[in-house]
Structure formats: structure tokens, C-alpha cells
């Protein structure tokens, strides 16, 4: 069970990723998604129905859950359920992102910024389309949901500097999380042994941040 603001709500996962992030603390899903078997769909449906009346709606993580085909289809039977949808994701499938708004699929979002765009291709194996992620942020300011974005502050990703450039890109958002680092759950094993910032020091950057949005939180710490 996780909670998102108000509510109580049931956790799904999707397998595949279009960026490996070497923070990525579920590896297994990015790296070997078919190493986890599938949870049958009918099976996963009446689980929610037993839960009627105690959550009220479902978060969607992953993985990157906007590049799975059926994840709209799957958002329409939750919704014929009444319950509410969370969607976890990293911004980078805005057409995906405005059928599910235009669908009303979607009642709130959590979109992960990394870092400053110009260092998003030290989060993949080739080039990451970063315009993209533009695209999902211009969306999402005119949209009606409500929306979080959220960034994990690894101190050699994410410095003063990332967060102004951070900060322009989300200018006018209405909540922007930073989120302590936890090591030892990171992908890349060299990255488990990576410094976290001092709790003084994130709420140092977390300051930095108030400057760009309407509420910045601090996670983790």
C-alpha cells in the first residue's frame, strides 16, 4: 500500500525503461523485466475489488510505465472501478501523457527530473531527447491534475547549479520534492558507495528551489 496526498492506494508495477539511470533502485525491472512474471490481469482486477471501500485509487510505477501499449487500456478499467490513478513517470512520452490527460485517465502525476537537461545522456546508454521532457512540463502546467516533480539530490548529479537549471525548466510548478539519495539500492554498483548530502545541505538546495516554484518538500531526511 503507498499513499499519494488524501488517499490510500494499491502499488502496480511496469517492466522497461527508456532511460538505466545508475541510481535506479529497481533495477531488476529496467535491466530483466522478463525475469518477473506477469500478474494476470483478471487476478490483479478482483484483487482491487477485495480492497474496495479501503483504497481509494492505485499508483502506476515502474519502470516507465508511459511505454507500456497497454497502460491505457488498463487506466480505463481502473476508472471504470471509480478509483483514482497516480502515475509515476520521467516526463519523456508527452504524446503518451497528453492522450492519457485528454482521457482524463489520470488524476495525478509525479514526474521525475533528474538533473539539468544537459546532462541527461549521463542517464543512458545513448542520447536522451530531452525536448521531450519540455514538452511534458509545458503540458502538465496547463493541465487540471495535480502534479508533483520529484528529484533524488546525488550530490554529483544534482548541485546548486542543476537546480537553477531545474528551476527554469519547472518555473511556476506547484510542488517540486527533493529527495535524499539512499546508495545501496542504486543500480550501478559504484554508485552504492556515492556520498549523500548532509540534511543541512539539502534543505540548502531545497531554499535554492522555493525561488522557481510554489512549494518545495524535502524527502527523506
Not at 490527460?101 to 531527447?129: C, G, W
Not at 544534482?158 to 542504486?186: D, R, S
Request: hydrophobic letters at 45%; charged letters at 20%.
Amino acid at each position: 500500500m503507498l499513499d499519494f496526498p488524501g488517499r490510500v492506494a494499491s502499488l502496480v508495477f511496469t517492466g522497461n525503461c527508456n532511460l538505466t539511470c545508475p541510481f535506479c533502485h529497481n533495477p531488476g525491472l529496467v535491466l530483466d523485466p522478463d525475469g518477473y512474471p506477469d500478474y494476470p490481469l483478471d487476478e490483479l482486477l478482483a484483487d482491487l475489488k477485495k480492497r474496495e471501500g479501503f483504497i481509494d485509487g492505485v499508483v502506476i510505477s515502474g519502470g516507465e510505465p508511459t511505454i507500456d501499449t497497454g497502460l491505457p487500456a488498463f487506466l480505463r478499467l481502473l476508472k471504470q472501478m471509480n478509483l483514482q490513478v497516480k502515475l509515476d513517470s520521467n516526463g519523456l512520452a508527452p504524446k503518451v501523457i497528453a492522450s492519457l490527460l485528454e482521457q482524463e485517465l489520470v488524476d495525478y502525476f509525479a514526474i521525475d527530473i533528474k538533473t539539468s537537461l544537459k546532462r541527461y545522456n549521463e542517464l543512458h546508454t545513448m542520447p536522451v531527447a530531452v525536448d521531450a521532457l519540455r514538452q511534458t512540463v509545458e503540458l502538465l502546467n496547463q493541465a487540471t491534475v495535480e502534479v508533483e516533480y520529484r528529484t533524488t539530490c546525488i550530490p554529483h548529479l544534482v548541485a546548486e547549479a542543476e537546480i537553477a537549471a531545474m528551476g527554469e525548466l519547472l518555473q511556476g510548478a506547484p510542488l517540486w520534492i527533493l529527495q535524499q539519495y539512499v546508495p545501496v539500492h542504486a543500480m550501478v554498483e559504484e554508485w552504492q558507495q556515492f556520498a549523500v548530502y548532509e540534511p543541512e545541505q539539502l534543505q540548502a538546495l531545497a531554499t535554492r528551489a522555493e525561488s522557481y516554484v510554489d512549494q518545495v518538500k524535502v524527502r527523506g531526511i
